[in-house]
């Protein structure tokens, strides 16, 4: 400790004699100053700036597959403007209503088929169940009487049909709708295209309107005009009247028993007589009965069919909703067919002589 006392004596003895020294004598020294100096650099960073750009381009339009039951004279003009329009790529098969509507339902769910473009409603009835709803601002656009109540489809056209007759021999009066010719004045003095597809096409529109069942006794009616079948028409005569109270009946189901429009037992208890009537000359079945011989006899078999199929949903019905439909109902849609199938035999009977029923015959093919 005392040794560092006097180095630091010594140390500070020495700078004061400096210090003396200097203050007697006159000498310039020079002073070397560092300063620290700050520069102040404007730096320029350059950065990249991505300007995004949006540019529009035309979007796929898509495409169309038609299938077209009108000829490509009538609809190709058409289908060309709306295409030229839309700017969607169209393409067309074009056939017959009825082919169109076969590959519909043998394509199934697999159909390219984005549109169908039927003549008739019979060809879209057949298709019905796999046609999906038109959208509600289509629907908006068409008149009720040409769209569909379901919004399946809409119309594009529409047709008249006309019943021409000389008014020297007709009073007008007297034709007040299609059931008006159903009169047996006018047995044997009409005539009509019946393969023709726009006799088709209306009486498709009569199944619909009407019902089937009440359609095609309509249809039947037509071919028992003669003499030989005066029989047949005035039983169906009464039958289609009773199948119009059936269908009031069924609309406005009730559990009041005292329905004036409800079948009777007395109804059905008739419909045996009748069908007795008929089976008296018969000759015995040997063998299952094909649909065919007479015009007659073919539309009693497809009425038979008809009526078969609305006895099973009435049936279902029945099961759905208590008190919908009556026993005697039930009752008397089985007994007319029974009555329908009874009549065919009797047409072919009565109209081909010996020739009577088309057969099944076993194995025919096979022997031949």
């Known amino acids: 400790m005392n040794k560092f006392f006097r180095l630091s004596s010594l140390v500070a003895l020495t700078s004061l004699m400096a210090f003396a020294i200097a203050c007697t004598e006159t000498e310039t020294v020079e002073v070397v100053k560092e300063v620290e100096v700050v520069k102040e650099v404007e730096v320029v960073k350059e950065v990249e700036v991505v300007k995004e750009v949006v540019k529009e381009v035309d979007r796929d339009k898509g495409s169309l597959v038609i299938y077209s039951g009108?000829?490509?004279?009538l609809v190709g003009p058409i289908i060309e403007q709306f295409q030229a329009i839309s700017g969607?790529?169209?393409?067309?098969?074009?056939?017959?209503?009825?082919?169109?509507?076969?590959?519909?339902?043998?394509?199934?769910?697999?159909?390219?088929?984005?549109?169908?473009?039927?003549q008739d409603p019979g060809a879209v009835g057949s298709v019905i169940d796999m046609l999906q709803n038109v959208s509600a601002e289509s629907l908006a656009l068409v008149p009720d009487w040409a769209k569909s109540n379901q919004g399946k489809w809409i119309g594009v056209s529409g047709r008249a049909r006309t019943i021409v007759y000389?008014?020297?021999?007709?009073?007008?009066?007297?034709?007040?709708?299609?059931?008006?010719?159903?009169?047996?004045?006018?047995?044997?003095?009409?005539?009509?295209?019946?393969t023709n597809s726009s006799f088709q096409t209306m009486l498709t529109a009569m199944r619909s309107m009407w019902g089937e069942d009440k359609a095609i006794i309509g249809v039947v009616r037509s071919s028992t005009k003669t003499s030989e079948l005066i029989i047949l028409d005035n039983f169906l005569s009464s039958i289609q009247n009773e199948l119009f109270d059936l269908g009031a009946e069924l609309s406005t189901p009730s559990q009041d028993e005292d329905r004036k429009l409800s079948i009777s037992q007395s109804q059905i208890d008739r419909l045996e007589q009748e069908i007795d009537q008929l089976n008296i000359n018969l000759s015995a079945l040997k063998s299952f009965v094909l649909p065919g011989g007479t015009a007659a006899s073919?539309?009693?078999?497809?009425?038979?069919?008809?009526?078969?199929?609305?006895?099973?949903?009435?049936?279902?019905?029945?099961?759905?909703?208590?008190?919908?439909?009556?026993?005697?109902?039930?009752?008397?849609?089985?007994?007319?067919?029974?009555?329908?199938?009874?009549?065919?035999?009797y047409a072919n009977q009565t109209e081909r002589g010996g020739q009577g029923d088309v057969l099944w015959r076993p194995g025919k093919t096979k022997m031949e």
């Open 88 to 118: 969607i790529d169209v393409e067309v098969k074009y056939g017959s209503s009825g082919e169109m509507a076969s590959l519909i339902m043998s394509e199934g769910a697999k159909s390219p088929a984005d549109v169908f473009y039927a």
């Open 298 to 345: 073919s539309f009693l078999h497809l009425a038979r069919t008809t009526i078969r199929r609305a006895e099973r949903l009435m049936v279902e019905l029945s099961v759905k909703e208590k008190n919908s439909v009556s026993k005697e109902s039930l009752a008397y849609v089985n007994r007319l067919s029974d009555l329908c199938f009874v009549a065919a035999r």
């Open 166 to 194: 000389n008014t020297d021999n007709v009073n007008p009066a007297d034709i007040k709708d299609l059931n008006s010719l159903c009169d047996p004045k006018y047995k044997g003095k009409m005539g009509w295209a019946p």
């Open 70 to 73: 009108r000829k490509e004279s």
